[in-house]
């Protein structure tokens, strides 16, 4: 029987069974009620990652192996370390159902081999994605009192302040606390922007000419700057910022009156972005922000920080690009650092000629990278190279699809195999010759032999059962390519006839990493 064990440790709790102890507890647990009949037990885990969904390497790992066949039992220790959520949870089970796979769950005494078991476990289930739920909205709720107290709820806090620990009412808190010189200088931006007549990408481009630096050393990007001139924290709570506030649409906390608004204190909100747990966090709309009082101080004055806001606002509109974006816009990086790629034009005597070209040594200088400019045509030109040889020739694909190709021939599971059969027949004459030596000297001597072989011969048999397993992923790993060539070469089918824009879009679609060291073009689907 291949037995299959899966653990799971949230980020967020010190309390849960280390994934460790769950292994082990799910291994003995296969030992005593499986004796004898285990061929393999395969581990699967995911260390600091919620059960809340199924994005999880080592389960979708083993998934996979479940419905490549590979897997005979499934055992956790505890049914929420699989999921949290039902549907996903019947997802799973459906998938191990599929495929004859026992499943069961050792704190909760779950067995699928019985109807009762069954019931059971989707009973469980449903409770477990309750808890789950009650807990994220009880914390949610207490973030959002915490944010409308005018407390800081945690993370990097923003330009012009540090964090300080208060304590209320016998409670620690956090507050932010202004940083004077940081403060100076976030307000000095404020004012070149609006005396300057910058645009943002302007501004960036003059401070690095200039050698104008962030107070951490590093030379500023467009997002830096924007950060800066739209943060809310800094502006003097006045009736105005109230207003402005209340007309983009936010929700405005009942605790905190227009007419509490006398520009004494920051402004403090709450929900303008979203994510946790590793996840990706990004911005909600203003209709989800709840904005009230801080309890810290300001720096900025309200007219200036609204007039920064308003040169903004006038400086969104609809528009067309001026030029059509390069085939790799937007996915290629930087080799060398990670950074994501930007694009430069420039106008020469023949027409306007585009370059990719590493964002951190623009910020930072060649010092922090070495990357050198190269012309889009160039690198694009490679890219539809390798579209075209994947459009002709599906399986060149295996090259750019971020799978080996199983190089294993079954060779080496020959070999263990035709070993395996000489261990077994050394056993068999040992044991004819103790019959003919019973009760000699030597007896105890072959005894040891016949031990010591019979040791041998589960050490191989083990190895026999990997490579059969190596064997079966190898054989999943290029179905799975093939499935993949089929799909990016519908994509690019008819490239040639695209324009611009699409191609791009295209790319963006097909292209899982796309890097360039400088020489070579990588690319991975």
């Known amino acids: ?44 885990s995911d260390e600091g990652m919620t059960g809340a969904n199924t994005n999880r390497p080592g389960l979708k790992r ?71 739920e009650t807990i994220a909205a009880r914390v949610a709720d207490n973030m959002a009192g915490l944010a409308k107290k005018g407390f800081w709820l945690g993370g990097k806090p923003p330009y012009g302040y540090i964090k300080k620990e208060i304590e209320v009412g016998g409670k620690r808190h956090v507050i932010l606390e202004l940083d004077p010189e940081a403060a100076k200088y976030d307000e000095w931006i404020f004012d070149t922007f609006l005396n300057g007549r910058y645009s943002l990408q ?59 608004w006398d520009g004494s204190r920051g402004v403090m909100v709450y929900g303008r972005t979203t994510g946790r747990n590793r996840e990706r966090r990004s911005a909600q709309g203003k209709d989800r922000w709840v904005v009230c009082l801080g309890h810290h101080m300001p720096f900025m004055p309200a007219g200036k920080w609204l007039a920064v806001q308003e040169k903004f606002r006038q400086n969104t509109f609809e528009k067309t690009a001026k030029y059509e974006p390069p085939l790799l816009k937007g996915v290629l990086r930087c080799a060398k650092c990670g950074c994501l790629m930007a694009v430069s034009r420039k106008k ?103 031990e010591e072989e019979d040791s041998n011969l589960e050490a191989v048999r083990r190895e026999i059962e990997y490579e059969k ?18 799909e990016v070469e519908s994509l690019i089918r008819g490239l040639d006839g695209f324009s611009p824009s699409k191609r791009n879009e295209v790319a963006k679609k097909v292209l899982k990493e796309c890097t360039w060291d400088g020489s070579e073009l990588f690319l991975r689907f």
């Open 202 to 260: 302007g501004m960036v481009t003059d401070f690095r000419k200039k050698g104008i630096k962030t107070i951490n050393g590093g030379f500023f990007s467009v997002s830096q700057l924007y950060n800066i001139l739209t943060m809310p924290y800094c502006v003097e709570a006045t009736q105005d910022v109230y207003d402005y506030f209340s007309g983009i649409g936010c929700s405005m906390d009942a605790d905190s009156p227009r007419e509490q």
């Open 62 to 132: 083993l998934l996979e192996d479940v419905r490549d066949g590979l897997v005979d039992a499934l055992i956790v220790y505890q049914l929420d370390r699989l999921s949290r959520d039902v549907k996903d949870f019947a997802n799973i089970y459906a998938a191990l159902e599929e495929k004859g796979v026992m499943f069961i769950s050792l704190k909760e005494s779950i067995d699928t081999n019985t109807p009762i078991g069954k019931a059971m476990m989707f009973i469980t289930a449903t409770f477990a994605q309750m808890e789950r």
């Open 1 to 44: 029987m291949r037995i299959a064990t899966y653990g799971r440790k949230s980020v967020y709790s010190d309390k849960s069974d280390s994934v460790g102890n769950q292994e082990r507890m799910c291994r003995e647990y296969a030992e005593m009620r499986f004796p004898g009949e285990i061929e393999s037990f395969e581990v699967y």
């Open 469 to 486: 397993l190596k064997i079966r992923r190898g054989k999943y790993a290029m179905k799975t390519v093939e499935e993949k060539a089929k």
């Open 348 to 450: 020469t005597a023949k027409g306007v000629t585009s370059h990719y070209f590493c964002q951190k040594r623009m910020r930072q200088g060649a010092g922090a990278c070495s990357m050198r400019f190269i012309k889009c045509d160039i690198l694009d030109g490679k890219a539809l190279g390798m579209f075209r040889e994947i459009e002709y020739d599906k399986k060149s694909i295996l090259k750019y699809a971020g799978e080996d190709k199983p190089q294993d021939d079954g060779k080496l599971l020959n070999a263990l195999e035709l070993q395996a059969v000489k261990i077994q027949e050394k056993i068999r004459k040992l044991t004819n010759v103790i019959v003919d030596i019973e009760g000699s000297a030597a007896a105890k001597h072959i005894v040891a032999q016949i």
